[in-house]
């Protein structure tokens, strides 16, 4: 069976950059500047606040796991009110050791395990604008046991130590989504898989891409009417289904003229265009350049 989640974090295409020992104690408060790039944390002891963008401050506890595929400003900080320091993350230096926050000596009141990555995929944009903004996963063992093998491989130069950060990301982000998936999840990717009769829907338009899908033909797959399925689909995703299947599309388009030589005709006929002019108009439409000058930018 297809499995859309899994497509989207594969297509993603992860790859593990940076992870640091973070700890605060005392009064302290820090405000980093949006970072446009996935980035996770998972907390060892203790507990502390964050505040992502303007949503509702949350408390972080031991055994908890956040997870932004897109990392907007946030602050972090102790309970104690005070006045956050800045930091911009893209000019900060990479420290060297453990970051500390707030009073310097005796046993901190949180410390966490802090990382970052970076999503190879060309498209990143549009697949993660279907995943939320922030997942708060609380008491999952398998997580931090993850986390850990992250750090522990991160910081080690072994033979083969890309694949297996790339591979260990992969199945961290995996295990971090499907936590979400839930009826209260935010719209998007997960809140669409959450309804049994969407994810009919969308595993059918994940195994079959090239189809000549229609509202219809994809409504009897969720067992709805047709103005039933389009509703719930553009509520709960977020895009109607044919823009859905459309950014599918052309993020699989992406994808294969990237990594291959492949004929601008196959790759028209494996995403569901009867001729190679017809996907060159939809591609230059949707992408901004035609096909073959997408593909010559990218090798």
Same mark, same amino acid.
């Given at each position: ?8 974090? *594969? ?7 940076? *992870? ?78 453990? %970051? ?28 993660? *604008? ?40 992969? %199945? ?59 509703? #719930? ?37 494996? %995403?569901?265009?009867?001729?190679? *002019? ?17 593909? #010559?930018?990218?090798?």
């Amino acid at each position: 069976m297809v499995d859309p989640l899994s497509e989207v974090i *594969s297509l993603l295409q992860p790859r593990a950059v940076f *992870s640091k020992i973070i700890s605060g104690a005392g009064v302290w408060a820090v405000r980093y500047a949006a970072y446009d790039q996935p980035s996770f944390s998972a907390v060892l002891e203790g507990r502390c606040r964050l505040q992502v963008a303007d949503q509702p401050p949350i408390t972080l506890e031991a055994g908890d796991f956040v997870l932004m595929p897109s990392t907007p400003g946030f602050v972090m900080s102790g309970f104690e009110p005070t006045q956050a320091e800045f930091i911009d993350p893209k000019l900060a230096p990479a420290p060297p050791g453990e %970051v500390r926050h707030g009073r310097q000596d005796g046993p901190p009141d949180v410390r966490m395990l802090g990382g970052s990555f970076v999503f190879g995929s060309p498209d990143s944009a549009l697949l993660v *604008s279907l995943l939320p903004l922030l997942l708060h996963v609380r008491a999952i063992d398998r997580l931090p046991v993850l986390v850990q093998l992250v750090r522990d491989e991160s910081l080690a130069q072994r033979p083969g130590r890309e694949l297996v950060l790339a591979r260990l990301v992969e %199945v961290l982000l995996v295990e971090a989504l499907r936590a979400n998936t839930a009826d209260d999840a935010p719209v998007g990717l997960l809140r669409g898989l959450a309804d049994s009769k969407l994810a009919a829907a969308m595993r059918a338009l994940h195994a079959e891409p090239a189809r000549a899908w229609t509202v219809e033909a994809l409504a009897a797959k969720a067992a709805l009417s047709r103005s039933a399925f389009f509703e #719930r689909f553009s509520r709960e995703v977020g895009v109607p289904p044919m823009e859905y299947l459309l950014a599918w599309r052309m993020s699989l388009a992406k994808d294969l003229l990237r990594r291959s030589d492949m004929a601008i005709a196959t790759v028209a006929q494996q %995403v569901g265009y009867g001729s190679a *002019s017809t996907f060159s108009t939809a591609f230059s439409r949707h992408v901004g350049q035609p096909p073959g000058r997408f593909a #010559r930018m990218q090798a």
